[in-house]
Nanobody, 129 residues
Framework: QVQLVESGGGLVQAGGSLRLSCAASARVFSSHAIGWYRQVPGEDRRIVAAISWNGINTYYADSVKGRFFISRDNAENTVYLQMNSLKPEDTAHYYC??????????????????????WGKGTLVTVSS
């Protein structure tokens, strides 16, 4: 069955905001760290942000620090990525991924997403200049 489902992508002007959602099954949400990755054609998938399985710590790539914020909603089994001050270079397919009992730092040690247990199908974010 489907374990992770992303939503919230779309077209936005530079400087605008979007909030991505990653809905997880209860079993995955309670025991897995969740990371957001993005990929543009011709380039490797790269980590954007991550939150530990227990929500205690977070990680952000340098390119999004101070603009993107990751959070977990335990009641909704959902991880959110709030994206502010969007730039054209943020345009990409965004994917969420889950890894069992991992810290945010542990997720950052897997910057291209190798070793994830589950992946969503992705959502497209397009930022126009």
């Amino acid at each position: 069955q489907v374990q992770l489902v992303e939503s919230g992508g779309g077209l936005v002007q530079a400087g605008g905001s979007l909030r991505l959602s990653c809905a997880a099954s209860a079993r995955v949400f309670s025991s897995h760290a969740i990371g957001w990755y993005r990929q543009v054609p011709g380039e490797d998938r790269r980590i954007v942000a991550a939150i530990s399985w227990n929500g205690i710590n977070t990680y952000y790539a340098d390119s999004v620090k101070g603009r993107f914020f990751i959070s977990r909603d335990n009641a909704e089994n959902t991880v959110y990525l709030q994206m502010n001050s969007l730039k054209p270079e943020d345009t990409a397919h965004y994917y969420c991924a889950a890894r069992w009992h991992t810290t945010a730092q542990g997720m950052s040690d897997l910057p291209t997403g190798n070793g994830m247990d589950y992946w969503g199908k992705g959502t497209l974010v397009t930022v126009s200049s």
